[in-house]
């Protein structure tokens, strides 16, 4: 700051010297008539810029006031270094000399930011490539570079600027900077906490004092905004326990003489802890007293609790808003009575009053048509606002699974009292994937793979998937294509076109494959909010063509029914989805029924699923989720159930720990074909990544799996589950969602194959 203010008076005094010298000059000379204006010692300046700060023009008479006008003109432009008037004859000579201006800016020894970010900081400052070089800001970017790293607690970083003079008076500036290690916290510790222990208290912050994942998440390094976080969440802690006299006194950080180690100090005083006596409803209530009163989460006999009242509050705001009224007041008044640590809770409700909606302004969507979100949108413009279709409106937003965030804020709107906006602001994520790969074997010789899928392709919303895989043995083209609004009514379209030669069992060596060929249509029509029934017809054929090793399964049944089978299923099927999320849901359910009727062609069969999915929070940390599924399949007329149509279980979907669809019967030679009756159950209790906070993109997760698959002619019985439990990672990528898991069996009969680590990208369970 010194080398600041000291660099700004002597470039005040220089200017004022040289002003005083130029009017000094400018006095000495008697009044006449301008007849040509000449300027000496431009370099980058345009002659104009000068001419056109000029207070005076050729024709104009000059004097002392005009001359001294002139140069504070030319010195307020801030390019000049120097402004001189002189007088030759009649003409009005201005000689400048320009100050030099930056040429461009480098940094050298930065590793915790990149250029970009350095030159974002100076660039609002002003010091930028093209500008005037002016020291008293150089010194001011010097101190915020600095700040920079002092908010990632690098408190002994070094700025040192190297001005280097180049050609037609510029300079280049390099910022030398030294980061020096980062001030971690090694200490933590409250002081006045006579309830609840200092660890337990501690464990609410997000800052600590290290761990092994410190490295990813930071969180030994100060922050004060971080720090000023956690100490609101230790209130929040009291006050929702009843302690309405709660204080945090004093905080002292204290960083040690080498500036690598910070100590912080929390003074508190914890009060009386108080008990609700009553809870009162009062003000204008739209004489509907009994639907507010359903909403009411505080309890008379039990602890104060502030969360409880802040939820009470909001569902009171919200029930408002259904109404029409967006700017509804409540206010929560507690009445203590420190002499009994009593507190009454009167709820005073001002509904103010009602609002449309004007516009829907949305943001954050960069590849996202707007479009895809405002049709998701059940708040419409120039409609009454109304909270709950809001609510629905930003959940099916948020299930679209294109974003990693959606939030929506209501703002007045500026001279109109029953106006307001809905401000979306969305946070897109990569919706896409491609792999490429190549690999070599003694049987599949060079087979190339390639993929491609996209849930919001070209930012349509449209879905894209693209499968091809040259494999000699195994054979892949899958195209498929979904237009979720294929008319204005958001009925959905999706057009599948397949082609799959393979070897189911290639362990077991041989060359026979099995092809299929297909091509499908699909139309889903939403029936409610969250309900929508599914409708569509496949054509598809399959040719087993033996060879050597096949299995027996499929050999019996190409010598009954032929090698060859075609088949015209009809689909049907329903969904309900009222997940909070379709990439990380913390709250809700999913519902999908399925079936598939083939009553023409050679293979004629019936087949049904069912899936159950529910997620329940715990807390806000914890989630607990269940998966359920059934399928079901059975011949028609005269013929079994195709077996290539067959349900496989066991791996990741189904029970983890087991091999990939090894479980269910085998033939006689050993082969894993499936079978036509499945079940499936999975538990899952997640919880965020020790050491990153609440991140809901990165989760650990334990579960349980139960599952069965049971042939056609086996009877159920509970000898055929298989039972798993492990732990597991849930991440959202870049690449996509990503789950890694380890299980161990629980259950294992004989023949049993296991497989304890796998992963997948893709959705949940």
């Excluded at 070599?440 to 919303?461: I, R, V």
Aim: without cysteine; glycine residues 10%; hydrophobic residues 35%.
């Amino acid at each position: 700051m010194k080398s600041t203010a000291h660099s700004f008076f002597l470039n005040l005094a220089l200017m004022l010297a040289g002003l005083l010298l130029a009017a000094q000059l400018a006095l000495a000379v008697e009044p006449f008539t301008v007849s040509d204006i000449r300027v000496e010692g431009l370099q980058r300046v345009e002659p104009g810029t000068v001419f056109a700060s000029l207070p005076l023009r050729v024709g104009d008479e000059y004097d002392d006031d005009k001359g001294a006008a002139a140069i504070r003109a030319l010195y307020g432009l801030g390019v000049f270094s120097d402004v001189r008037l002189q007088v030759d004859g009649t003409v009005l000579v201005v000689v400048v000399q320009e100050r030099p201006s930056v040429s461009a800016i480098e940094f050298a020894g930065n590793r915790e930011f990149d250029d970009d970010r350095l030159k974002a900081v100076l660039r609002d400052i002003g010091v930028t490539p093209g500008r005037p070089y002016d020291k008293a800001l150089l010194d001011r970017a010097e101190q915020e570079i600095k700040s920079q790293y002092v908010n990632r607690s690098l408190y002994g970083a070094e700025v040192v600027t190297t001005v280097t003079p180049v050609q037609r008076n510029q300079v280049k500036l390099t910022f030398n900077i030294t980061e020096g290690r980062p001030a971690k916290i090694t200490d933590i510790h409250i002081i006045g906490n006579q309830a609840f222990s200092e660890k337990q208290l501690t464990g609410l912050f997000d800052l600590d004092t290290g761990g092994w994942l410190s490295w990813y998440t930071k969180s030994d390094r100060y922050s004060r905004s971080k720090l000023n976080a956690d100490l609101e969440a230790l209130r929040s802690f009291y006050l929702a326990r009843g302690y309405l006299n709660f204080n945090i006194d004093s905080t002292q950080v204290a960083i040690s003489p080498d500036k690598e180690s910070i100590s912080i100090t929390v003074n508190i005083t914890e009060g009386d802890r108080f008990v609700v006596s009553r809870v009162a409803l009062d003000g204008d209530y739209l004489d509907r007293k009994d639907e507010f009163k359903s909403l009411v989460r505080i309890k008379p006999g039990e602890a104060y609790n502030a969360d409880e009242v802040a939820e009470t509050v909001q569902a009171f705001i919200e029930h408002f808003g259904t109404y029409g009224f967006a700017f509804a007041s409540v206010d929560a008044v507690p009445q203590v009575d420190q002499a009994s640590n009593q507190v009454a809770v009167i709820l005073r409700a001002d509904p103010q009053r009602r609002v449309y909606v004007r516009h829907i302004n949305i943001q954050g969507n960069t590849r996202t048509r707007d479009e895809v979100i405002r049709r998701e949108f059940r708040q419409y413009e120039s409609s009454w606002y109304d909270a709950e279709k809001i609510r629905l409106s930003r959940d099916r937003v948020d299930r679209l699974g294109y974003f990693t965030q959606v939030a929506v804020e209501t703002s007045p709107v500026p001279g109109a009292l029953d106006q307001v906006d809905l401000d979306v602001t969305v946070e897109e994520r990569p919706t896409g994937s491609i792999s490429l790969g190549a690999g070599f074997s003694s049987a599949e010789k060079l087979s190339l793979t390639f993929g491609l899928s996209q849930e919001n392709a070209f930012g349509s919303g449209n879905r894209l998937d693209l499968q091809v895989n040259t494999g000699k043995f195994n054979r892949t083209f899958n195209l498929s294509t979904t237009d979720p609004y294929f008319t204005i009514n958001g009925v959905s379209r999706t057009v599948d076109l397949y082609y799959l030669s393979q070897r189911p069992y290639q362990d077991q060596g041989g060359n026979y494959r099995l092809v299929t060929m297909g091509a499908g249509l699909k139309f889903g029509l939403p029936v409610t909010e969250i309900d929508t029934v599914y409708v569509g017809m496949n054509a598809e054929q399959t040719e087993i063509k033996p060879g050597t090793n096949i299995p027996a399964a499929y050999l019996s049944y190409a010598n009954q029914f032929g090698y060859t089978s075609t088949s015209f299923p009809f689909t049907l099927g329903w969904s309900r989805d009222s997940r909070d999320s379709a990439l990380v849901p913390n709250e809700g359910r999913y519902q999908r029924l399925s079936g598939e009727l083939s009553l023409m062609g050679d293979a004629k069969y019936v087949k049904a699923g069912y899936q159950y999915q529910q997620y329940v929070p715990l807390s806000k940390k914890y989630t607990l989720a269940f998966n359920g599924e059934v399928g079901w399949g059975e011949g028609l007329g005269s013929r079994p159930f195709p077996v290539f149509k067959n349900y496989f279980s066991g791996g990741l979907g189904s029970v983890r720990g087991y091999d990939q669809g090894t479980l269910g019967p085998r033939d006689i030679t050993g082969a894993y074909v499936g079978g036509t009756r499945k079940f499936t159950f999975s538990t899952e209790f997640m919880t965020p990544f020790p050491g990153a906070g609440n991140d809901r993109t990165l989760r650990l997760f334990g579960f349980v799996d139960v599952g069965a698959l049971y042939g056609e002619d086996e009877k159920i019985s509970s000898d055929r589950l298989r039972y798993s439990t492990g732990v597991g990672l849930s991440w959202i990528s870049p690449l996509g969602p990503l789950r890694f898991s380890y299980a161990a069996p629980l259950r294992k009969r004989p023949g049993d194959r296991t497989q304890r680590f796998q992963f997948q990208i893709g959705t949940s369970f």
